[in-house]
Every structure is written in C-alpha cells, then in structure tokens.
C-alpha cells in the first residue's frame, strides 16, 4: 500500500504487519512508477499528482482507496475501475470542525468583528444597553443544520448547551427525541423558513452543488445567520453576494471558499470583504483537527478493518460524484 507524510510513524507501524506500506515522501519517480501495478490500496490526503489517469490504469491490484480527508471531492472517481472501493473519512474531523462552526455563528450573532473593528478604528464607546439588532441571542432561537452526520450531529450537541431548537435536514432518518428531522427539497426549505441561523455541514456530490441558491436563500429569515464549514460550492456564489448586498441584516460566515481552476482559492468574483455582513476564515476548521492525529487514525483503522477481511466504514457510492469535476484543495 501506500501511504502519505500525514501519517505518523506508529499507524505506519501498524499497518506493515498487514503489509508492506511504502511513503511516497521516500520514492522517487521510477521507483513509484514500478510499485504502482503491485498496489492495492492507497491512503491518501491530496490526490498525488503522480497519480495521472495513465498511472491509475496500470493500477490493476487496487482495491482500496482511504481519503484522510473528510469529504471525497478530490478523489477522481471517473477515472478509477468499478472494483475500488472508496472511503471517506467521515467523523475524524467531527467535534473540532463543529466548534469551529459555532466559533463562527456566535461570531456572526454577536458581532465580534464589526465591534472590534469598530474599536480599532476608535468609531465606538462604551456604552450600557445596545439596539435589538446589534447582536443576535441564540437562547430559544431555532437552529438548522444541514447534513447530519458526524459534524453535523456535533454541531447539534453544542447547541444543546445554547439552548436552542434543532432542525436536520438529512436524507437519513434522526432517531435523536429533540431534533426535528426534514427530508427531500420541501424539507430543506422549511428548515431554511424556519431557522435563526443554519449551518451547512453537507458533503459535495452532484446533488448539493450549489443546493443554497437565489431561490433557497429568498426563504430565509431576513436577518438570519449561515454559517458554512463544509464546502463553499454547497451555496451558489453570485447569489450570496447579491443576497448580502441588498439584506444587511442577513450574515454568512464562512471557513470555505470557491474553487478557482480546480483548487480552492481566497479569491472571490465578488467583493464579499466590501460587507459588513461577511465573515470568512482561510479554511483552519479541518487542518485544526489534523493537529490532534485523529483524522490519520481514524483512516489507518478502517484500512486495517478492511485488511482484516471487514466492511470498511464510510464507503461512498462513486455515482454521486462522478458528474462532479474533480477539486483539489
């Protein structure tokens, strides 16, 4: 198998005693190009570059490819043989990217940076009470979440603490007693309707691009909060950006951003820095998880329980992404 410098000497360890596990940090061109027809599973973080279309046709022994990664995006499933299995790595990231999700809700809801900046540019006083717009409570206000997997269902048991009333939009059934649970397109806009503030935690298939458009936006509460930790395709650009500008009290906070030539870019076609009401951070709700290890053993286990003759855990269908151009981070 092979392996990236993600992983930690002593999951790497783990592995060599189901096989051999070579580093592609310790290979040279050749020496890849002669491994790649032995190889029958790959753990991979970025899609390697050495992995061209001409290389993945010589790989006839790969059976497994394990993505570090939480979404599956990046993996280029149209080039790949019916046979491979592919496995996201679905809850590695799950409490840490929901804290990060609600760093950037409250962020929104209180205003942090719009007071800050206000400080800093000495255009604020102190003063005893504030208008009833200036900060948003969260205390028995609704809050949507959509895609209730790992993140999704972290983010939700954060709220709780918050108080607040949760709506799922998800296309499994939530056998959780306080959450109210929405399926199919009705479903997502009657939790958009009905929400104070939504956080996105979906995975990009062929289904969700650009699910948040002018249309899904329009049902939204106008002076609601979306919050979106997932990818930024889920919400149609040019839409948000003509949202924003003409509802002021309407705020997206945002840790993911567009893809500009096949890989995710600071870059915006609008000018979303122009508003008051945009937050964006340079995509740290995922690489804060990295620092734990937990992403590198989550993927290592279920390569193990694969290699152990087991169903491996979080196996994607390859027909929700195939229509998908490949994106890389």
């Known amino acids: 198998m092979i392996t990236t410098d993600v992983v930690d000497p002593a999951s790497i360890r783990g592995l060599s005693k189901y096989g051999k596990v070579f580093s592609t940090t310790a290979l040279d061109e050749p020496a890849l190009n002669q491994l790649l027809p032995s190889i029958d599973i790959l753990l991979v973080f970025f899609w390697p570059s050495f992995l061209t279309p001409e290389n993945l046709s010589r790989m006839s022994n790969l059976r497994l490819i394990q993505s570090i990664l939480a979404g599956v995006n990046h993996i280029p499933f149209a080039q790949l043989d019916k046979k491979v299995v592919v496995c996201s790595n679905a809850g590695a990231y799950s409490d840490e990217v929901a804290e990060y999700a609600w760093s950037l809700l409250l962020s929104a809801a209180k205003r942090i940076v719009d007071f800050h900046n206000a400080v800093k540019a000495e255009q604020w006083s102190l003063r005893r009470t504030l208008g009833g717009k200036e900060v948003t409570i969260m205390g028995e206000k609704t809050l949507g979440i959509l895609g209730y997997g790992g993140i999704g269902s972290a983010v939700a048991r954060i709220g709780r603490g918050f108080n607040v009333n949760i709506y799922a ?130 993927a290592v286990a279920n390569v193990i329980r694969f290699l152990r003759g087991l169903k491996p855990k979080n196996i994607v269908d390859p027909a929700e992404y195939l229509v998908t151009d490949r994106q890389e981070y």
């Open 169 to 298: 939009f998800s296309r499994k059934p939530v056998r959780e007693k306080d959450v109210r649970a929405f399926q199919g397109d009705k479903g997502l806009s009657r939790v958009l309707a009905k929400s104070d503030a939504v956080i996105v935690s979906l995975p990009l298939t062929k289904l969700t691009n650009k699910i948040i458009d002018a249309d899904k936006l329009a049902t939204m509460k106008k002076d609601a909060i979306l919050v979106n930790i997932a990818r930024a395709e889920l919400v149609d650009e040019s839409a948000l950006y003509e949202y924003l500008k003409t509802n002021p009290d309407f705020r997206y906070a945002t840790d993911v951003w567009w893809y500009r030539e096949e890989r995710e870019s600071l870059k915006t076609v609008s000018p979303f820095f122009e508003l008051s009401n945009f937050i964006g951070t340079p995509h740290v709700s995922g690489p804060s998880s990295l620092a734990t290890g937990k992403p590198a053993k989550f």
